[in-house]
C-alpha cells in the first residue's frame, strides 16, 4: 500500500459525459501528479499540482481540467468524453523535488 | 525531446536464470532515473532513483545502474514473484522546476517455476 489513495476504482460511462477522479496523497506529500496509461502509450504525463498551485502540464487535452484544494487532496475532471479516453488513471505524490513519487491503485475509466 | 526506450519489450526466464533488463534516455538534463514494478491492473511500485552516473542501487534480488546514456536493471537468480512489467522513468530538466516523470513503455517480465 503506497497511501495514496484514489475513487473510483472502476468507471463506466456514455460518450459526451463528464466525470471526476478524486486523489488523495500521501500525508505530508505536497506534489500531486496525474498520469493516463493506455495500452499503446504507455503513462503518460497529464498535470503536476504543488501545494495547491498549478506546477506543470502535460499532454492534457482542453477537455480535462484538474485542481488541489487546501487539504491537498485533487481531481482530474474529465468533460465531453470520447472513446479514446478510456484508460487507467492514475495519481502519484510525493513531497516535492526529485523524490520518488508513489503512485495510487489507479481509476479505470470505460467510455462506452 | 525527452525520451525513455526500453528493451526487450518481454523477457521470459526460467526460475534462477540471470538477466538485464535495459533503459536508454535521451533528455535536456537528467534530474534522476526512476525503475518501477508494475503489476497488471495496479499502480506502479517504486524501486530505486539514481541521480548520478554510476551509481547502483541494489533491493534483494534487483541491482539497478547508471550510465550517462543509459541504465541497466540486473536481476539475480529470478523467482516466479518477480514477474511484473518493469517501468523506467526519468525526470528531466523543466521550466518551472517541475519533476514530472516521462516513463519508458516497460519491459514484461515473466519467470517460469
Known amino acids: 500500500d503506497s497511501g495514496v489513495t484514489q475513487t473510483p476504482k472502476h468507471l463506466i460511462t456514455a460518450t459526451g459525459q463528464r466525470v471526476t477522479l478524486r486523489c488523495s496523497p500521501r500525508?505530508?506529500?505536497?506534489?500531486v501528479y496525474w498520469y493516463q496509461q493506455s495500452l499503446d502509450q504507455g503513462l503518460q504525463f497529464l498535470i503536476q499540482?504543488?501545494?495547491?498551485?498549478?506546477?506543470a502540464k502535460g499532454n492534457i487535452l482542453e477537455r480535462f481540467s484538474a485542481q488541489q484544494f487546501p487539504d491537498l487532496h485533487s481531481e482530474l475532471n474529465l468533460s465531453s468524453l470520447e472513446l479514446g479516453d478510456s484508460a487507467l488513471y492514475f495519481c502519484?505524490?510525493?513531497?516535492?523535488?526529485?523524490?520518488?513519487?508513489?503512485f495510487g491503485p489507479g481509476t479505470r475509466l470505460t467510455v462506452l | 525531446e525527452d525520451q525513455v526506450t526500453q528493451s526487450p519489450e518481454a523477457l521470459r526466464l526460467q526460475e534462477g536464470e540471470s538477466s538485464s533488463l535495459n533503459c536508454s534516455y535521451t533528455?535536456?538534463?537528467?534530474?534522476?532515473l526512476f525503475w518501477y514494478r508494475q503489476d497488471p491492473g495496479k499502480g506502479p511500485e517504486f524501486l530505486f532513483t539514481?541521480?548520478?552516473a554510476g551509481e547502483e542501487k541494489e533491493k534483494e534480488r534487483l541491482k539497478a545502474t547508471l550510465t550517462k546514456k543509459e541504465s541497466f536493471l540486473h536481476i539475480t537468480a529470478p523467482k516466479p514473484e518477480d514477474s511484473a512489467t518493469y517501468l523506467c522513468?526519468?525526470?528531466?530538466?523543466?521550466?518551472?522546476?517541475?519533476?514530472?516523470?516521462?516513463f519508458g513503455k516497460g519491459t514484461k517480465l515473466t519467470v517460469n517455476p
Open positions: 502519484a505524490s510525493s513531497v516535492g523535488s526529485v523524490n520518488e513519487q508513489f
Open positions: 500525508s505530508g506529500d505536497l506534489s
Open positions: 499540482y504543488y501545494n495547491g498551485e498549478e506546477r
Open positions: 533528455v535536456s538534463g537528467l534530474r534522476g
Open positions: 539514481l541521480y548520478s
Open positions: 522513468a526519468v525526470c528531466p530538466l523543466a521550466q518551472g522546476g517541475s519533476e514530472k516523470l516521462v
